[in-house]
């Protein structure tokens, strides 16, 4: 029996070889420049030798390698950029997904500064938004390094994948294919900022890089909402760290997937332009025009067959993270082309590898370098022309936003909305039911008609369930289209796909004028979107530390939180996730909030937005829950949750005997004491303080002495939690050993919790009504007990 030919049903893209191009439709590039293109190419590869040579031994010298002249190109050639301004927010944008390449990235930025430095000095910023070649010496270096070169040359330090610290990079990336989502979501900004003439967005990866399911994810989203400003430009050189076959290469199977990039790009409904030379200029110019020529509302992924290691003297799969060994021959014969090409010796040199010898020997090899690069200013001119050309391209194409285009500003003015005015429509009555999903979503959708939608809201498949439709209530229905649906707010990120939503909508936060907002159960999302929200967190640092921009904010929603979704049994109902997040991050980069009260959704993510966080956390609950009088119950307004903490009750200190304290977190146990335990407490006339967290990290911003007035230290010596999440959520409030013995917790039995109705799965963790009084009981004697009935 033999095999019948798949064929895939109508795509919107095409698919062409440049070789089968004819010569009426292929582009000629000037003859000039690619020799010029060339031998700057031969000392790019002797740069990303030396690099390696002297950090001493680290980087990726292989697909730094390989990469190397489609993105030499893109900077050439096929991009409209200002060298002045790394941050204009109109340029297009080359962005490495691979960020393992970062050796030639770092590299390629600093000879192009170079070039411009010597054939158009007056287009280049100040040096602190500029890679310089003396910047090369940070290169996998800490901002602690005390060598002589590196304070006198105010050396930038240069992670070993790129961060937004560096000029003209967006973002962090090369962490498990997060790269190409978070590259595909400053796609989807500049597409709804500028839908006229949108930014282009250049996204370089290898074919290793599109295994993980968040590119294949990613790749289905920006296909499907025809996101076409983007270019994904695909580095196939079948090696990774250890394979040399990691695709299908014609009859030849993979170690790893059986498509190859150009099919897997034609299944998600990409543009697919195949370039079997991929070090052809030539072939790379033609490919690189012919996508900006043939744009068709569909994204364009460029495929280049090329070498890993290609001239290096290693190559394939050993090249990946490895090199030549310090000052060997080997390293020499690796500079051999460039000695040849620019009529130079490189003097062979071994030093003692003492951190000050290995940088001053570095600096030598890179003022060889630099001296040969001066030596043809004449012939590179042609490339610092071509540097301002394409700042002249994007003055002249006047970009400009969109009528009504997102605005932010109102959010953080500190006049439009205020963390204790919570606006009447989003008010929930005493005795009213409803649910703190729905109460976040329509917070967020009220936010949202006030910034001209700079809310962009995403789902596992759960839009209704979890309530973050609510997001785009005031927008048009559907899910986002560039061609026939570009006003609305949602998008369909590619079915059940927390990991891709995660990078993608955090990234699409960075541009200032749009927040994500990605909702799934936080059993799933918390875990899943760990990697996307921690390189998001550490790409705004880096931004901040950069260009003095506050963060931009991803809202990270937790739903169906908590053992309330018990029906669904442990896999869905997780207590774990608060402890995956909750101050697992740097002050000021995670915020997670915990309110137990709907009205208690504005205050607190009021206060958490307005603290600027690179991620934003609400862990919200499914059931409905009736809204209680806290007046009448003499709890403190719902406003005090922005606080982060707050007594609920204080103990009368000249009442005896004192009964300790009491600390609650999370919605379920929450409603359930106030509505079954608080009322008894107060008949058996206990006097207790019982305090609510409604969020650790907005409690940690506030002033210290604030803080001790709030929350005194020495009530968590003496204090029991309750709490639906896990135990170690509770110690940063619960610190003696007796208080912990004492909480109330999810595990506390010992295992995971099985299915049923709330209440019963509730009753089982003996954090129902009865279970939750007895133990207070029981702490409330013992803590008499001991203190003699005085406080």
């Known amino acids: 029996m033999t095999d019948k030919l798949f064929e895939l049903g109508p795509r919107r893209g095409y698919y062409i070889s440049i070789k089968d191009l004819a010569d009426a439709q292929r582009y000629k590039a000037d003859e000039d420049f690619v020799e010029a293109l060339t031998e700057l190419n031969v000392a790019f590869r002797a740069l990303a030798s030396v690099m390696y040579n002297c950090v001493p031994m680290s980087g990726h010298p292989g697909g730094s390698i390989s990469s190397s002249r489609m993105v030499e190109s893109l900077l050439y050639q096929g991009m409209d950029y200002d060298i002045g301004n790394p941050e204009a927010a109109d340029a297009d944008i080359l962005s490495y997904a691979a960020g393992h390449k970062a050796l030639g990235l770092y590299a390629i930025w600093a000879l192009r500064n170079e070039i411009v430095r010597i054939t158009h000095p007056d287009l280049l910023p100040d040096e602190g938004r500029q890679l310089r070649l003396e910047d090369l010496l940070g290169f996998r270096r800490n901002p602690t390094q005390n060598t002589p070169l590196f304070r006198k040359f105010n050396v930038k330090p240069l992670d070993g994948h790129p961060t937004p610290a560096t000029p003209f990079v967006k973002l962090s990336t090369g962490a498990s294919g997060v790269g190409v989502p978070a590259s595909f979501g400053l796609a989807f900004g500049a597409r709804d900022l500028y839908p006229e003439d949108p930014p282009q967005v250049h996204v370089i990866e290898g074919e290793g890089g599109m295994t993980p399911g968040r590119v294949q994810e990613a790749m289905a989203t920006v296909a499907t909402a025809q996101i076409d400003n983007i270019v994904l430009h695909v580095d196939w050189n079948q090696a990774s760290i250890d394979s040399n076959k ?84 080997d390293f020499y014969d690796s500079l051999s082309e460039f000695q040849e090409c620019f009529h130079c010796d490189v003097p062979r040199i071994c030093v003692e590898a003492t951190d000050d010898n290995l940088e001053a020997h570095y600096f030598d090899l890179l003022t060889i370098i630099r001296q040969q690069i001066e030596s043809r200013k004449d012939r590179f001119k042609i490339l610092g022309d071509r540097v301002a050309a394409a700042q002249e391209r994007l003055q002249k194409r006047s970009r400009t936003l969109r009528p009504q285009a997102p605005d932010l500003s109102p959010l953080y003015d500190n006049k439009s909305f205020q963390a204790d005015k919570t606006p009447a429509e989003l008010i929930t009555a005493p005795g009213e039911k409803t649910t703190l999903r729905g109460s976040l979503g329509q917070m967020l959708g009220h936010l949202n008609k006030l910034t001209n939608g700079a809310f962009i809201g995403a789902s596992a498949d759960l839009l209704g369930s979890t309530s973050i439709n609510k997001l785009a209530a005031d927008f048009p229905a559907g899910f986002y289209n560039a061609e ?308």
């Open 246 to 329: 990691v695709c299908r290469d014609g009859n030849e199977a993979g170690d790893y997937v059986q498509w190859n990039p150009v099919e897997v790009a034609r299944l998600h409904d990409f543009n697919a332009i195949l370039v079997e030379e991929g070090f052809s200029y030539a072939d790379i110019l033609a490919a690189q025009n012919y996508a900006a020529a043939n744009r068709n509302g569909q994204p364009t992924a460029i495929v280049y067959r090329t070498i890993k290691g290609w001239k290096y003297g290693i190559e394939g799969r050993a090249s990946h993270g490895a090199g030549h060994k310090l000052c060997s021959d």
């Open 484 to 791: 026939s649906n570009p006003l609305a707010r949602l998008v369909a990120v590619g079915g059940i796909c927390e990991d891709a939503m995660g990078a993608f909508l955090s990234s699409l936060s960075t541009d200032g004028r749009h927040i994500g907002a990605g909702s799934s159960y936080g059993a799933f999302i918390a875990a899943l979107q760990h990697v996307a929200i921690r390189l998001h967190g550490i790409g705004q640092q880096a931004r901040h530390h950069y260009s003095g921009e506050a963060y931009g904010t991803y809202i990270m929603v937790c739903a169906h939180a908590g053992l309330k979704t018990g029906e669904d049994g442990p896999t869905h109902a997780d207590p774990q996730c608060l402890q995956l997040i909750q101050e697992n991050f740097p002050a000021g980069v995670m915020i997670t909030l915990t309110p137990w009260d709907p009205n208690e959704i504005w205050p607190c993510m009021l206060a958490g937005l307005q603290k600027r966080p690179a991620v934003l956390v609400p862990f919200v609950t499914r059931p409905n829950e009736t809204v209680f009088d806290r007046a009448a119950l003499k709890l403190p307004p719902a406003s005090a949750a922005a606080k982060g903490v707050y007594a609920m009750r204080k103990a009368d200190p000249n009442r005896q005997p004192y009964h300790g304290t009491l600390v609650l977190q999370g919605s379920g146990v929450t409603n359930t004491f106030v509505s079954e335990v608080l009322p008894r407490l107060d008949q058996e006339g206990l006097n207790l303080n019982v305090y609510y967290v409604a969020s650790a990290e907005l409690f940690d911003l506030l002033p210290a002495e604030e803080k001790q007035d709030i929350f005194p230290e020495a009530h968590g010596r003496e204090a029991m939690g309750i709490t639906g999440f896990t135990l170690s959520t509770l110690y940063r409030w619960v610190t003696s050993t007796f208080g912990r013995e004492t909480s109330l917790h999810a595990f506390r039995g010992g295992h995971y919790l099985g299915s049923g109705k709330a209440e019963k799965v509730m009753e089982e963790a003996s954090l129902h009504g009865e279970g939750q009084f007895e133990a207070i009981l029981a702490y409330a004697k013992t803590v008499a007990e001991r203190q003699g009935g005085t406080k």
